[in-house]
C-alpha cells in the first residue's frame, strides 16, 4: 500500500517558466526506472508555480528518490532556474484510490 510520498514546489525566476516546465517533464523516464517510485507527477500550479508530487510505498523508497538522479538535477539547476530554493516536504498518505 502506498503510505508515502514527497511534494515539492517550485517557483521559477521571472522568465524562466518555461524551462522549468521542460525541466521537470524531461525527468519523466529517470522516475520511470526508479522501482520504489509507485507515481510521479509533475504539475504546474500557476504561472511561474511547478512542483512534483510522487509515491512510495515504504521509506526507503522514499529515501531512494530524494537520493536519486531528479533531486541532484534539480538540485544542480535550482540556482539557474529557480526564484528560491525548492520547498521538499514529506508526507504521510492517510487515504490512496
Known sequence: MVKFALLVR????????????DFIKSALP????EPDTVS?????LGP?????????????????HLDGQIAQALMAKAPELLATAPVIEQVDLLAVK
Open 30 to 33: 529517470l522516475a520511470q526506472q
Open 48 to 64: 511561474s508555480t511547478f512542483g512534483i508530487f510522487d509515491t512510495f510505498e515504504h521509506e526507503e523508497g522514499r529515501k531512494a
Open 40 to 44: 510521479w507527477y509533475a504539475l504546474q
Open 10 to 21: 517550485l517557483e521559477a525566476k521571472p522568465g524562466k517558466e518555461q524551462e522549468v516546465a
